[in-house]
């Protein structure tokens, strides 16, 4: 997901710039620029590559100016270069985009028709000469952007420079998120609260289909039709000082090593643990007795934090569950009953395809529940129900503390769930809630294996394929195992449920391949064993990951051993997906990848 930054300052506002670019860089690119009003002219600088490419280009050549634009990019139309940087420019106008103009070759055809001279390969570059047309045929600043705004479809976030034009800037959002910044004689756009938070806490955050125009005295909203509307001023959380590696090499470390305070953090919201009860605000909008399913959607990492709930509710609540990938849910018109539940999980909020899922649903008279990472976000204002989570700001692409709190909710989810459904007495429902209160500590004993789950980097760092296997709740954490290695390593790995080693994987077993076990001893703890003596039989490395008492009945059997203290089954997989983590993290490091920026990744994903 790219960065979009803005600022209508009273000093020169490059620096500000690129300072708050800095600030998205968690959301993955490959190219950055910024664009200012010098006098009446707009002047860019533009760089491939990450920031200190700009900066330096910056040092050689200055901007001057109290207006500009900036923006961050992650390649969709054309390769990662300077000409294809934003910002993008034609006679009279810059422009930053956020998102995928899906038809922008028809209006790039259109264009060249009538002489324009396009000079890069993207979709951003269109909207930039479509609003320079319309000002060349005398139409002012807000009128262009009116004019062209209906002509673009897919999703954009945008923002808008004009020459001559030192007070003013446009934005405009149709499924990417954009937020306004209020400041004392300044004004602010921004992707989110985090690159404004070194400016202001005061935010604005426009709906779908919203345009606003700024000026230092503040700002006019107006909404699809061009109606004007009124959109709250919000006081942000998102502070400047969160955003800080501390004392640990990467953001990925720091995320992995705060998950004992976020998960309590993020638990206490939803545990009574003086009456070892359930306590989730906003609850009391479902019915869970009278449901009879459950659908759950979503992507990536929070795909796999629904596929472990599926377990919980199905097994502790008796609610069937129907999941699936959301950029698939959204296209396949799954037949589904006004007044089911459909919950969408989101660590930003804001991904595309969740989205479009969410909205699907909503169309159909469902009710929508949501777990999302920022209170703010789309998905967040557009569900009926928000079961936050309290994993603060998450700097590092690859999923750490995100997930575990959305296991946390899940989890709390599911024994509320149980108890209103009846299969949960006051005794069981008080078991697991004991559980999950116990969660923090147990996580923290995990980290405490550090040392020696970074021994195995080394060795793992030569393996050019890597499979994962699980069962039960350990499948989809198999699954995120593999994920995670190839998002910051490149290592190609493989996660599957450990029962379907013969039904193909097997052949790949060699003396070459390392196999890692997510094995907690549990009812199914033998079928497990059972494979890794098939995969022994074959030479295959194994890299066991269980508890004590897993560790004492099968560890002959594995090459290395990563051994967990004992915890209930319940929040086995919140525990579990501690070393799988680490493990991912220390092979990056010792191959030296791009841990918290892996290449051809962004932090959210806002586009198809």
């Known amino acids: 997901m790219c960065g979009i930054v803005g600022i209508l300052g009273s000093q ?68 990662a270069t300077e000409h294809n940087a934003h910002p993008h420019a034609a006679p009279g106008v810059s422009v930053v985009h956020n998102g995928i103009i899906e038809n922008f070759l028809e209006l790039r055809m259109e264009l060249e028709g009538q002489g324009a001279r396009l000079s890069s390969d993207t979709d951003t570059e269109t909207v930039a000469h479509l609003v320079s047309r319309e000002l060349a045929g005398g139409a002012d600043a807000r009128t262009a952007v009116a004019r062209v705004l209906p002509r673009l479809k897919g999703a954009f976030a945008l923002a808008f420079l004009f020459e001559g034009e030192e007070d003013l800037l446009i934005g405009a959002r149709r499924g990417s998120p954009l937020a306004i910044g209020h400041g004392d004689g300044e004004m602010y756009l921004g992707s989110d609260a985090i690159a404004l938070s070194p400016f202001t806490d005061r935010i604005t955050y426009l709906e779908e289909g919203d345009w606003a125009v700024l000026t230092r005295a503040g700002c006019e909203i107006f909404d699809e039709q061009n109606a004007p509307v009124t959109r709250p001023v919000q006081t942000s959380r998102a502070m400047a000082q969160m955003i800080d590696k501390g004392n640990f090499r990467h953001f990925m470390a ?51 934090a629904g596929l472990v709930a599926k377990y919980w509710f199905e097994k502790v609540a008796r609610l069937p569950v129907d999941i699936d990938i959301a950029s698939e849910f959204r296209y396949r018109e799954m037949p589904v009953k006004a007044g089911d539940l459909a919950l969408f999980i989101s660590q930003s909020g804001e991904t595309a395809d969740t989205l479009a899922g969410l909205r699907y649903c909503k169309g159909e008279g469902m009710t929508i529940a949501a777990v999302v990472n920022v209170p703010e976000s789309t998905i967040a204002r557009e569900a009926d129900v928000v079961f936050p989570t309290v994993a603060g700001p998450e700097i590092g692409v ?63 760092s030569r393996a050019s394929d890597v499979l994962y296997l699980g069962r039960g709740t350990s499948f989809p954490l198999a699954m995120e195992g593999a994920l995670k290695l190839k998002e910051i390593s490149y290592i190609h790995a493989e996660g599957y449920a450990a029962g379907e080693l013969k039904h193909g994987p097997i052949a790949l077993i060699d003396e070459d391949m390392p196999v890692i076990v997510i094995a907690p001893h549990d009812p199914i703890f033998e079928k497990t064993v059972s494979n890794m003596q098939e995969v022994a039989a074959r030479g295959g490395k194994i890299i066991l990951i269980t508890d004590e008492k897993g560790a004492e009945a099968s560890a002959a059997l594995a090459w290395k051993t990563i051994a967990l203290p004992d915890v209930p089954e319940f929040v086995a997989p919140i525990i579990h997906a501690l070393p799988v983590q680490l493990l991912a993290y220390h092979t990056a490091v010792f191959m030296g990848t791009d841990v918290d920026q892996p290449r051809n990744l962004a932090k959210s994903v806002t586009v198809e």
């Open 12 to 79: 020169a506002v490059a620096a500000q710039l690129v300072d708050a670019l800095k600030r998205l860089e968690y959301r993955g690119y490959d190219s950055a620029g910024i664009a200012t009003l010098d006098g009446s002219q707009i002047v860019r600088r533009r760089a491939e590559g990450k920031l200190r490419n700009l900066q330096e280009k910056l040092e050689r050549a200055p901007l001057a100016g109290n207006i500009g634009i900036g923006h961050t990019r992650w390649a969709t139309h054309g390769a």
């Open 254 to 304: 720091k995320e992995i090593h705060q998950q004992p305070e976020v998960i309590g953090h993020t638990l206490s919201r939803y545990l009574d643990l003086a009456n070892m009860k359930t306590v989730l605000e906003g609850a009391e909008k479902i019915d869970f007795s009278k449901l009879d399913r459950l659908i759950i959607s979503a992507c990536g990492t929070a795909y796999y």
């Open 398 to 460: 690859a999923s750490t503390k995100a997930f575990t709190c959305q296991l946390s909710v899940l989890a709390a989810l599911a024994v509320h769930a149980g108890y209103q459904r009846g299969h949960l007495d006051d005794k069981g429902a008080a078991e697991l809630v004991r559980a999950l209160g116990e969660t923090p500590g147990y996580v923290n004993r995990a980290l405490a294996l550090e040392s020696e789950i970074e021994a195995l980097a080394q060795p793992l």
